[in-house]
């Protein structure tokens, strides 16, 4: 089982379309949680810190579940300027520290 | 401002030869990665260096070497390369801190072993 899950999608959405990602992870020593975003061919970009109680930006909710061990990212009203494939990483503390992607959730906002 | 730069963004090679892919970052940061990126794997941790002179492996770190003799860069070296290295190459960048820390990354290298 890898450390970190995600649906690899694709998701097809409409513009102005809600839209959500979640995210296992297996380590419960996991520590903190991130959502990125990467663009075709460029490299990964911090989208959002993912908090134990659950914190918004925009149009981006991200929400953590400890005891289920998920994460989640909820893109309101969803742009074109979206599509892009989403990453989930985990940060570990045990010992040494690691951050743990998973394989990304692709999406595609359609006009 | 604060950067991360890799060089060279692109390059083939042949099997068998060395390569070295080079990762510079402003940020004073103690921490640095190397992750490749296969289709179907997602970004998968290469070697990764906590500080002057320390340097770990990571889950996929055969046929690769770092070596971490300043802060700013940590160079990625294969020995001898082989078609399986065929990739894109990220080097990233955090803060020491505990329980925070965003990963700040390169623009990627290209890597084609023919």
């Known amino acids: 089982r890898k450390e970190v899950e995600q649906d690899p999608g694709p998701f097809n959405v409409p513009e102005g379309a809600t839209v959500a990602f979640n995210c296992t992870y297996s380590?419960?020593?996991?520590?903190?949680f991130f959502w990125y975003r990467q663009d075709c061919r460029k490299e990964p970009k911090l989208l959002m810190s993912?908090?134990?109680s659950g914190n918004e930006d925009g149009r981006f909710t991200a929400q953590l579940n400890r005891a289920s061990q998920y994460i989640s990212l909820l893109i309101r009203d969803s742009k074109l300027s979206d599509s892009a494939t989403y990453l989930c990483?985990?940060?570990?503390?045990?010992?040494?520290?690691?951050?743990?992607f998973g394989t990304g959730t692709r999406l595609k906002v359609l006009a | 401002d604060a950067e991360i730069t890799q060089s060279p963004r692109h390059k083939i090679t042949e099997t068998g030869r060395q390569v070295t892919l080079a990762c510079h970052q402003t940020w004073n940061h103690n921490n640095m990665f190397w992750y490749r990126q296969d289709l179907g794997h997602g970004l998968r941790l290469i070697h990764y260096?906590?500080?002057?002179?320390?340097?770990n492996k990571g889950e996929v770190s055969d046929g690769y070497s770092v070596s971490r003799s300043n802060t700013e860069d940590l160079p990625l070296t294969l020995e001898s390369a082989a078609s399986s290295q065929t990739s894109v190459y990220f080097c990233?960048?955090?803060?020491?801190?505990?329980?925070?820390?965003?990963?700040?990354f390169g623009e990627g290298s290209r890597l084609t072993v023919l």
């Open positions: 990483v985990v940060k570990t503390t045990s010992g040494t520290y690691k951050y743990i």
């Open positions: 260096s906590y500080g002057v002179q320390d340097t």
């Open positions: 380590n419960s020593a996991s520590q903190s």
């Open positions: 993912v908090y134990s």
């Open positions: 990233a960048s955090s803060e020491q801190i505990a329980n925070t820390g965003e990963l700040f």
